[in-house]
């Protein structure tokens, strides 16, 4: 991020897609960059108020902020590890760390086990949320990383299911040329078409 576009940021103010902080700790760190990461990525600015003044960030390490170090700290701190891009500007009002986050492939969370999320506010005001498992689902969903029609379904059995409609596969799988699957019992049936797991559930 450019000096121009960083004091574009400021002026536009916090939004879904960046966050303002004053100092954040080593795990409240992880957590907002598993929270943009969750969203559609962003850019996470510490040592600025949430009302865009440069306050300046602390040095975190020693006299400075080394940016390969921290971005090795949030990697180490996300699961699956997230790769941040950290850049250090010097404005006349303090250092401005700049933590770019990409838009994650899969559901994430810190390594403590924290999933959140980006969310606006009543008052418009964009925050970080705790993620409910139902939201968790849906997200996993979009990204393809997970099939709603594979998850086991509790206490369904063979005898739930319509015998009609397995003879009905048998006599298609025949006439397509595929004798060794009409022949197979109705468990080994449902398992050779992913309908039912190695634990013996059914989908």
């Known amino acids: 991020m450019a000096l121009v576009d960083l004091e574009r940021v400021l002026r536009a103010g916090e939004s879904s897609v960046v966050e303002f902080e004053r100092d954040l700790n080593d795990e409240r760190l992880a957590e907002t960059v598993v929270c943009l990461a969750n969203g559609d ?26 940016g390969h170090r921290l971005a090795a700290l949030v990697a180490n701190k996300t699961a699956p590890s997230v ?3 950290i850049e250090v500007h010097d404005t006349p009002s303090g250092p401005v760390v700049v933590v770019g986050v990409p838009k994650a492939p899969s559901l994430v969370a810190t390594t403590s086990g924290v999933y959140v ?14 993620m409910q498992p139902h939201e ?26 319509d015998p009609s409609e397995l003879r ?9 040329g ?5 022949e197979l019992s109705d468990l080994d049936l449902l398992a050779a078409l992913g309908f039912r797991t190695v634990a013996g559930e059914l989908t």
């Open 117 to 130: 999320r980006r969310a606006i506010d009543v008052q418009g005001r964009p925050h970080c949320v705790p």
């Open 83 to 85: 790769s941040v891009d």
């Open 168 to 176: 009905r596969f048998r006599d298609l799988a025949r006439a397509g």
């Open 41 to 66: 990525g962003g850019h996470l600015l510490l040592g600025v108020d949430d009302d865009g003044t440069v306050v300046g960030a602390r040095n975190r390490h020693g006299d400075h902020t080394d």
């Open 136 to 161: 968790a689902i849906a997200r996993t969903t979009r990204l393809g990383a997970q099939d709603l029609s594979v998850l086991p379904l509790p206490g369904l059995g063979p005898e739930d299911l």
């Open 178 to 182: 595929d004798p060794v699957l009409a």
